[in-house]
């Protein structure tokens, strides 16, 4: 279906990184992709309707699923000492703890569909056979959730390179370390150089600063604890308290092996399998960006019904795009964010108010 592609590497020259205190913006920030095409508010879906069997497809309109898993760890994680509040998104881990947010990209070319006479696979249109003549919400949800409510017509392959490190500000406060410093340690820094022609890195590291960095890996979290350099002495010296992978492309399930650098107490992240990440996007590379067009439009004229499944395919978006909507949720109070999780809804408060509808201050 390609009718043109053109191939151009094109890598970012350095890793650039944000961090953020407030849990409701890094949200914003890691999950909503700002588009033309689209009003996209704070309404997160990581769980497939029952039935929905390709629930991995690229291209769904709201978020992959690969994100929302990653999404849920980010919702339920916490710390130790706040554990004894009752709701995750409420509770004062928001102040606790500070996202790390580091990303770049690496594009390797730009491609163009045809706009006619489009070749669609077998199972898609299996599927679209499939669908009743008369609208059934369910069943179009399920294909919906199959194959997106839209599909790319032209765009950018590659890979993003993109991970949230969720790091305990009173650690690091404890030993005296600074966000920065994490950076650096970790190889994120300024000086953290990369080109993808000769994919090298030159990383300025404090070798005293870095032996105090500390991560909290699924056992420690119950007893025992691992560091990326010496084992901590106290279950408060944990700098990092989890690592969330965005990473998209490649043949290399990147945030495992970030796991096990970090298990096996390396001194920093191994930039060579950044480096293997990178050099796989070749064989295996996704959509990075993209100019998206309905999916009803590729109901072909000449299948039984078509009219009919084509109009219940764009009632179905509009209804999938109102049920997932925070539109329909009641007002926050005290300056809280409604959420749309799974179709259900939420408060995210400030870092001084609690509750159900953010309405109790965090001081009685």
Same mark, same amino acid.
């Given at each position: ?34 588009? *033309? ?48 509040? *009752? ?27 045809? *706009? ?11 599927? +679209? ?92 979290? +119950? ?57 796989? +996007? ?83």
């Amino acid at each position: 279906n390609l009718v043109i592609i053109f191939s151009k590497t094109k890598a970012d020259k350095t890793f650039t990184s944000e961090y953020y205190h407030d849990r409701v913006k890094m949200l914003r920030e890691v999950y909503i992709e700002k588009t *033309s095409h689209f009003s996209a508010d704070l309404s997160l879906k990581y769980t497939p309707t029952e039935g929905s069997d390709k629930s991995s497809s690229e291209g769904n309109f709201k978020y992959h699923y690969n994100k929302n898993s990653s999404l849920s760890s980010i919702l339920k994680s916490s710390t130790e000492r706040v554990k004894w509040h *009752s709701h995750p998104l409420s509770s004062p881990c928001i102040q606790n703890q500070t996202f790390l947010h580091v990303k770049g990209k690496i594009q390797l070319g730009r491609f163009q569909m045809r *706009s006619r006479d489009v070749r669609l696979t077998d199972s898609f249109l299996d599927d +679209l056979n499939f669908l009743p003549s008369e609208y059934d919400k369910g069943e179009y949800f399920k294909f919906l959730e199959d194959y997106g409510t839209h599909y790319a017509v032209s765009g950018t392959i590659g890979g993003k390179y993109e991970l949230v490190y969720i790091l305990d500000n009173y650690a690091m406060s404890r030993i005296g370390i600074t966000v920065e410093d994490v950076k650096r340690c970790l190889g994120y820094h300024f000086d953290a150089v990369t080109a993808y022609g000769d994919l090298n890195v030159s990383v300025n590291i404090d070798g005293g600063k870095c032996e105090k960095i500390t991560v909290k890996d699924e056992c420690s979290k +119950l007893s025992s604890s691992s560091s990326l350099l010496s084992t901590a002495s106290f279950k408060d010296d944990f700098i990092i308290d989890d690592i969330i992978s965005l990473v998209d492309g490649g043949k290399i399930d990147f945030s495992v092996k970030i796991k096990e650098m970090l298990l096996r107490r390396s001194k920093t992240i191994d930039v060579k399998d950044y480096i293997e990440w990178a050099k796989s +996007l070749v064989d295996a590379p996704v959509v990075i960006q993209q100019r998206p067009s309905p999916i009803h439009t590729l109901v072909p004229v000449k299948m039984r019904d078509a009219y009919l499944k084509k109009q219940n395919l764009e009632r179905a978006i509009e209804d999938y795009v109102t049920e997932y909507s925070v539109c329909k949720c009641e007002p926050c109070k005290n300056g809280g964010t409604p959420v749309l999780v799974d179709g259900s809804c939420t408060c995210m408060c400030s870092s001084y108010f609690k509750g159900i509808a953010c309405q109790i201050p965090k001081s009685t």
